[in-house]
């Protein structure tokens, strides 16, 4: 009650103005107090408006009333005073810069609790009391706090626009339904708010679903991740669990082979050293014989003599050697040739079906690219002689006076082709810059360089792959066969290579984004060259790039 009594006593004793007690305390003729200096302060000074009006009820004097102390409030407020009452709100009333701040406040103002949009003025809790209390302003529209307020004002007419013209879409007041937008279809603003509130609905509903939608993809995609992940994990583990198996039975083979190899070996031996040692002993017994008929030819006594020959010179055994020769030298070369052809097949066939069969990670990164970068050099001696090589042997210009060249058997004779002369093999990247019609091509060093059938071109026999760009289209060439690629769309066409898993790309390079044009996937059995082969107009150029 206390309490309540208090609030009561706040307002009937403050300025609604600077919501602090009156001082000198001045009542205008509709009845409402305000202090002396903050009325004053509202209405200027003398003179400089026509008419003057209440802050609260916005009732208009003319001419501007006389400002007079009301002495009997003067008194009963400094009375208040001495009971220690005091209306000074609290620091966090006060409006900071995020907030809406009191129009009615002088000095430090108050936060906005309310935006009147009658009044188009924003209020703090004390100034906005008289819109509860009045039975004029009670019918004002209140709304939260707004710093929007002045919008609501033509900027023309300086009217409040409560008129809506779907013509031209836009709120408009008043004066301008009876002007510029004269015959226009206009209705209420609140009538086109009723009806951009249902559309307003209806787009949440569909945003809403949207949400819903994307929520629902997002979760399949996490799914998918999880399943990807695992899929992979599980494919890993089998490949793994498949390739120790492998090399588990490679390593039975090996030990096995092994084996055979020594148990070859020990037979062999034991069988020569078994042969040696009977040798040895006829060696031996052959040589005792010798002795005794050396000893028997120097006997004097022929009697003696010719009994004891028939003995002495009859041999026993065979008198022909089987010779001691080893005949598995040759089984084991046999040996090594026939595990040499099994692991090479076995290698060979292993890395087509993984290259085959395994999925192809295409990179659209450039820098992944660039650590697989070559510096490619044209070699001036495969140049056909209307081509001008500069830039270090990396440029060629199309110049049909016919420059004059050597004469080398490595010299393209009849089309405008040119070589590297670097022999390309593993993994390679290079850019070509091109102007013109231009033919951007790998083939292999014998290809063939004179006569005019397909033998020769980039891109027409089995020698050479090639990617054709003309003015307005392009094309992929291996074989005698084009195949129709998307333009480039740049000037510069990256190549990349994969000798070992016979993988050929073209890219269609703009700034560190790479668009791939075109790849094939084959066997190359010779190291490859980068080629260019100028065709149009002289002064067509291909230049192979330095790139980092």
Same mark, same amino acid.
């Given at each position: 009650m206390a309490q309540r009594r208090n609030r009561a006593d706040e307002l009937k004793f403050s300025c609604s103005i600077c919501l602090d007690l009156l001082k000198d305390p001045v009542t205008i003729p509709c009845g409402h107090n305000y202090c002396m200096n903050c009325i004053k302060a509202t209405w200027g000074e003398k003179g400089q408006e026509k008419t003057h009006s209440c802050p609260l009820c916005r009732r208009s004097f003319t001419p501007r009333p006389e400002l007079l102390k009301n002495t009997?409030?003067?008194?009963? @407020? $400094?009375?208040?005073?001495? %009971?220690?009452? =005091?209306? #000074?709100?609290?620091? &966090?009333?006060?409006?900071? #810069?995020?907030d809406v701040a009191c129009d009615f406040c002088t000095g430090r103002k108050l936060k906005a609790v309310k935006s009147c949009l009658v009044c188009l003025a924003s209020y703090c809790e004390k100034h906005l009391q008289h819109h509860y209390e009045s039975a004029a302003l009670k019918k004002h529209k209140l709304v939260e706090p707004s710093k929007k307020l002045q919008e609501n004002i033509c900027s023309r007419h300086d009217e409040v626009m409560k008129i809506f013209c779907r013509t031209d879409q836009k709120c408009i007041c008043l004066v301008c339904s009876m002007d510029e937008h004269k015959g226009h279809d206009t209705v209420s603003a609140a009538t086109a708010r009723a009806e951009k509130q249902e559309q307003l609905t209806q787009c949440r509903q569909n945003i809403r679903?949207?949400? =819903?939608? *994307?929520?629902?993809? @997002?979760? $399949?995609? =996490? =799914? $998918? @991740?999880?399943t990807t992940d695992r899929s992979a994990d599980k494919a890993v583990e089998d490949s793994e669990k498949i390739f120790t198996e492998l090399i588990r039975l490679m390593e039975k083979r090996r030990s096995d082979v092994k084996q055979r190899i020594r148990s070859q070996q020990k037979l062999d031996v034991s069988l020569a050293k078994e042969r040696q040692e009977k040798l040895n002993q006829e060696i031996t017994e052959l040589k005792k014989k010798d002795a005794e008929l050396e000893k028997l030819s120097l006997t004097e006594d022929h009697t003696q003599f010719l009994h004891s020959y028939p003995s002495l010179s009859a041999l026993t055994g065979s008198t022909h050697s089987p010779g001691p020769k080893i005949n598995h030298l040759q089984s084991f070369k046999d040996v090594t040739a026939a595990v040499t052809a099994a692991v090479t097949v076995a290698r060979d066939k292993l890395q087509q079906i993984l290259t085959e069969k395994l999925p192809f990670v295409e990179s659209t990164s450039r820098t992944e690219f660039l650590q697989y970068s070559r510096q490619i050099t044209l070699d001036p001696n495969t140049a056909e002689t209307c081509l001008v090589l500069s830039e270090g042997n990396r440029k060629i210009t199309r110049n049909d006076k016919n420059t004059p060249h050597p004469q080398h058997p490595d010299r393209f004779t009849n089309t405008h082709q040119v070589l590297s002369e670097e022999r390309l093999t593993g993994r390679c990247y290079w850019e070509v810059e091109k102007s013109g019609w231009v033919n951007v091509a790998v083939a292999y060093k014998s290809i063939s360089r004179s006569g005019s059938s397909n033998a020769v071109l980039f891109g027409w026999n089995k020698k050479s792959w090639s990617l054709d760009c003309y003015s307005s289209s392009c094309y992929f060439s291996h074989d005698n066969q084009q195949t129709p690629v998307s333009s480039p769309g740049s000037s510069r066409i990256g190549v990349y290579l994969d000798h070992s898993?016979?993988?050929?790309?073209?890219?269609?390079?703009?700034?560190? %984004?790479? *668009?791939?044009? &075109? *790849?094939v996937q084959t066997t190359f059995t010779e190291p490859l060259h980068a080629g260019l082969w100028l065709y149009g107009p002289d002064g067509n150029t291909a230049e192979v790039c330095e790139v980092k």
């Amino acid at each position: 009650m206390a309490q309540r009594r208090n609030r009561a006593d706040e307002l009937k004793f403050s300025c609604s103005i600077c919501l602090d007690l009156l001082k000198d305390p001045v009542t205008i003729p509709c009845g409402h107090n305000y202090c002396m200096n903050c009325i004053k302060a509202t209405w200027g000074e003398k003179g400089q408006e026509k008419t003057h009006s209440c802050p609260l009820c916005r009732r208009s004097f003319t001419p501007r009333p006389e400002l007079l102390k009301n002495t009997m409030l003067a008194e009963l @407020v $400094e009375e208040l005073k001495k %009971t220690g009452f =005091q209306a #000074a709100p609290a620091d &966090h009333c006060y409006a900071g #810069a995020e907030d809406v701040a009191c129009d009615f406040c002088t000095g430090r103002k108050l936060k906005a609790v309310k935006s009147c949009l009658v009044c188009l003025a924003s209020y703090c809790e004390k100034h906005l009391q008289h819109h509860y209390e009045s039975a004029a302003l009670k019918k004002h529209k209140l709304v939260e706090p707004s710093k929007k307020l002045q919008e609501n004002i033509c900027s023309r007419h300086d009217e409040v626009m409560k008129i809506f013209c779907r013509t031209d879409q836009k709120c408009i007041c008043l004066v301008c339904s009876m002007d510029e937008h004269k015959g226009h279809d206009t209705v209420s603003a609140a009538t086109a708010r009723a009806e951009k509130q249902e559309q307003l609905t209806q787009c949440r509903q569909n945003i809403r679903q949207r949400i =819903q939608d *994307r929520e629902k993809d @997002v979760k $399949e995609l =996490q =799914q $998918e @991740v999880e399943t990807t992940d695992r899929s992979a994990d599980k494919a890993v583990e089998d490949s793994e669990k498949i390739f120790t198996e492998l090399i588990r039975l490679m390593e039975k083979r090996r030990s096995d082979v092994k084996q055979r190899i020594r148990s070859q070996q020990k037979l062999d031996v034991s069988l020569a050293k078994e042969r040696q040692e009977k040798l040895n002993q006829e060696i031996t017994e052959l040589k005792k014989k010798d002795a005794e008929l050396e000893k028997l030819s120097l006997t004097e006594d022929h009697t003696q003599f010719l009994h004891s020959y028939p003995s002495l010179s009859a041999l026993t055994g065979s008198t022909h050697s089987p010779g001691p020769k080893i005949n598995h030298l040759q089984s084991f070369k046999d040996v090594t040739a026939a595990v040499t052809a099994a692991v090479t097949v076995a290698r060979d066939k292993l890395q087509q079906i993984l290259t085959e069969k395994l999925p192809f990670v295409e990179s659209t990164s450039r820098t992944e690219f660039l650590q697989y970068s070559r510096q490619i050099t044209l070699d001036p001696n495969t140049a056909e002689t209307c081509l001008v090589l500069s830039e270090g042997n990396r440029k060629i210009t199309r110049n049909d006076k016919n420059t004059p060249h050597p004469q080398h058997p490595d010299r393209f004779t009849n089309t405008h082709q040119v070589l590297s002369e670097e022999r390309l093999t593993g993994r390679c990247y290079w850019e070509v810059e091109k102007s013109g019609w231009v033919n951007v091509a790998v083939a292999y060093k014998s290809i063939s360089r004179s006569g005019s059938s397909n033998a020769v071109l980039f891109g027409w026999n089995k020698k050479s792959w090639s990617l054709d760009c003309y003015s307005s289209s392009c094309y992929f060439s291996h074989d005698n066969q084009q195949t129709p690629v998307s333009s480039p769309g740049s000037s510069r066409i990256g190549v990349y290579l994969d000798h070992s898993a016979g993988i050929l790309s073209f890219y269609s390079v703009s700034s560190n %984004t790479m *668009r791939l044009l &075109h *790849r094939v996937q084959t066997t190359f059995t010779e190291p490859l060259h980068a080629g260019l082969w100028l065709y149009g107009p002289d002064g067509n150029t291909a230049e192979v790039c330095e790139v980092k």
